[in-house]
Nanobody, 126 residues
Framework: QVQLVESGGGLVQAGGSLRLSCAASGRPFSDYVLGWFRQAPGKEREFVAHIRWTSGSTDYANTVRGRFSISRDSTKNTIDLQMNSLQPEDTAVYSC???????????????????WGQGTQVTVSS
């Protein structure tokens, strides 16, 4: 049973930084991609970033590219999301998700991920 537990959310002023962490357990993740998604009030859940566990290759949504950085620690089985230059529009519940790696799709749709954490709130004040 895959388990994902997020931590690190909170309240920050615009222009500030936060670091989210996701602890993954329940199976080896060598053939998986792990990602971060977010959902703001009244909006659909959207892709933020993902990382392929084996190769470390990454992908980002255009809205966060250059400001956010995703990384993994294979020894701790965690993935982190470093968020810099945060803006009020980044306010959302951020969730960690896992899926078997599929080389034929970009894996940016929430429906492609069967495993989810409970989410952590990030609030950016102006």
């Amino acid at each position: 049973q895959v388990q994902l537990v997020e931590s690190g959310g909170g309240l920050v002023q615009a222009g500030g930084s936060l670091r989210l962490s996701c602890a993954a357990s329940g199976r080896p993740f060598s053939d998986y991609v792990l990602g971060w998604f977010r959902q703001a009030p009244g909006k659909e859940r959207e892709f933020v970033a993902h990382i392929r566990w084996t190769s470390g290759s990454t992908d980002y949504a255009n809205t966060v590219r250059g400001r956010f950085s995703i990384s993994r620690d294979s020894t701790k089985n965690t993935i982190d999301l470093q968020m810099n230059s945060l803006q009020p529009e980044d306010t959302a519940v951020y969730s960690c998700a896992a899926a078997v790696y599929n080389p034929f799709t970009p894996q940016t749709r929430p429906a492609e991920y069967p495993y989810w954490g409970q989410g952590t709130q990030v609030t950016v004040s102006s």
